[in-house]
T-cell receptor, first 116, second 117 residues
Framework: AQSVTQPDIHITVSEGASLELRCNYS??????LFWYVQSPGQGLQLLLK??????LVQGIKGFEAEFKRSQSSFNLRKPSVHWSDAAEYFC??????????????FGKGTKLSVKP | GAGVSQSPSNKVTEKGKDVELRCDPI?????LYWYRQSLGQGLEFLIY????????KSGLPSDRFSAERTGGSVSTLTIQRTQQEDSAVYLCASSLARGQGAWYGYTFGSGTRLTVV
């Protein structure tokens, strides 16, 4: 069965520090992978996506993620965190074929706090 | 419209009452999805529409939950005889289509926060 695991429920980093949010997925084929961000009281905004090709993908707001097939991971990174990055981050996986195509499966999210 | 619009943004209801949640997708988006976001549980898929039909209702938690979509546009999620465990944020998303086009990401609405007291 498809699943997404975000091992860290809550992470606190200092402003200006680097960030890595972990995501591991379980899927029987090469998946589509996404990172979304949700600010309080808001819907989800797409940060970046991986479909195929270059395994390092760039997104908005200075975020990037790397697809590592051998580790079934799609970790999100940012070299220098800004206070405005404080939010909840969701990793999601989608299938390419099969009955569940089109339904994204989301992780439970990682809440990011930023210290001044 | 410019984005996915959901109403109401907040709803407080008494246990046992019925509620209707509305989603107005982006114009031209044929695929529409409902998700439920409970505290600490992430996003749970509820139902998917392609046009007015719902080929995948597998996520609806019970027969108290139903949804419809009319005119290939607005969708309504109805919860009958609400229970306290129904308290959550209900998110709607739309995309151009299911399949290749849908993988360019969903556009989410801001959600309806439902509180059952």
């Amino acid at each position: 069965a498809q699943s997404v695991t975000q091992p860290d429920i809550h992470i606190t980093v200092s402003e200006g520090a680097s960030l890595e949010l972990r995501c591991n997925y379980s899927y029987g084929a090469t998946p589509y992978l996404f990172w979304y961000v949700q600010s309080p009281g808001q819907g989800l905004q797409l940060l970046l996506k991986y479909f195929s090709g270059d395994t390092l993908v760039q997104g908005i707001k200075g975020f990037e993620a790397e697809f590592k097939r051998s580790q079934s991971s799609f970790n999100l990174r940012k070299p220098s965190v800004h206070w405005s990055d404080a939010a909840e981050y969701f990793c999601a996986v989608g299938g390419r074929v099969g009955g569940s195509q089109g339904n994204l499966i989301f992780g439970k999210g990682t809440k990011l706090s930023v210290k001044p | 419209g410019a984005g996915v619009s959901q109403s109401p943004s907040n709803k407080v209801t008494e246990k046992g009452k019925d509620v209707e949640l509305r989603c107005d997708p982006i114009s031209g988006h044929t695929a529409l999805y409902w998700y439920r976001q409970s505290l600490g549980q992430g996003l749970e898929f509820l139902i998917y529409f392609q046009g007015n039909s719902a080929p995948d209702k597998s996520g609806l938690p019970s027969d108290r939950f139903s949804a419809e979509r009319t005119g290939g546009s607005v969708s309504t999620l109805t919860i009958q005889r609400t229970q306290q465990e129904d308290s959550a944020v209900y998110l709607c998303a739309s995309s151009l289509a299911r399949g290749q086009g849908a993988w360019y990401g969903y556009t989410f609405g801001s959600g309806t926060r439902l509180t059952v007291v």
